[in-house]
């Protein structure tokens, strides 16, 4: 299992359709990526549930998930499940978040995700973060569309239930959906972890990566 750095972290972009997007696909990785890199800068952006307790929810949550970071989240109100009848306005949004930030890495989602909210966020990610490295997280889901993964942040086993615990504590307006508990998280990272060697992980699907491996 070959590892490769990322360099110097000093800007991070977190893109996500839904409030919990971001936390559930990659929150292990914010709470390791943040402890390593105290006053790292995070620009998120979430799409839908402004003005509203999924919004304070969002704002709690990224806030622990983030810790010691330089946070700035923006939360929209575009309606749940309708982003590609709002598509001007989620590029516009995008597109202005790219004007502003200059990120060393983005999370987002995948490109491939089944659900079209997700979906239709990141394809609207390659095209304004075109010179990024851009990881797409996955969210387990009724739909069934996890698949072959091609890059693993690992977490250790105390990192991995700080997360579980976190998304527990910071969204009880998800804790009655049947897929929304600790064997569904903690299952999904074991099984990653079990891919790169490590006890738990998360993992994320790359577009494009360029190398850098020799003068």
Not at 15 to 34: P, R
Not at 125 to 134: E, G, I, Q, Y
Not at 145 to 172: C, F, I
Request: proline share 5%; net charge negative; charged share 30%.
């Amino acid at each position: 299992m070959i590892r490769l750095g990322a360099g110097r972290l000093d800007r991070l972009v977190a893109l996500g359709a839904h409030c919990d997007d971001i936390a559930i696909g990659a929150g292990g990785t914010l709470l390791a990526l943040c402890r390593a890199r105290p006053g790292v800068r995070v620009d998120a952006l979430v799409l839908s549930g402004g003005g509203g307790e999924r919004e304070q929810e969002e704002k709690a949550a990224l806030a622990a998930f983030c810790p010691g970071a330089d946070l700035r989240l923006t939360v929209l109100k575009l309606p749940d499940g309708r982003l590609p009848a709002h598509w001007d306005e989620a590029k516009g949004a995008v597109e202005e978040l790219r004007e502003r930030a200059d990120p060393d890495l983005v999370l987002a989602p995948r490109t491939d995700d089944a659900h079209q909210d997700h979906r239709g966020l990141a394809q609207l990610v390659t095209t304004a973060f075109r010179d990024h490295l851009v990881l797409g997280y996955e969210i387990v889901k009724w739909d069934g569309d996890l698949g072959r993964m091609a890059a693993y942040q690992p977490l250790t086993p105390e990192t991995a239930e700080e997360k579980v615990r976190l998304l527990q504590e910071h969204y009880p307006s998800q804790r009655h959906r049947p897929w929304y508990d600790r064997e569904a998280f903690l299952g999904l990272a074991r099984i990653r972890g079990i891919e790169c060697h490590t006890r738990y992980a998360e993992a994320f699907a790359v577009t494009k990566l360029t190398l850098n491996l020799g003068d």
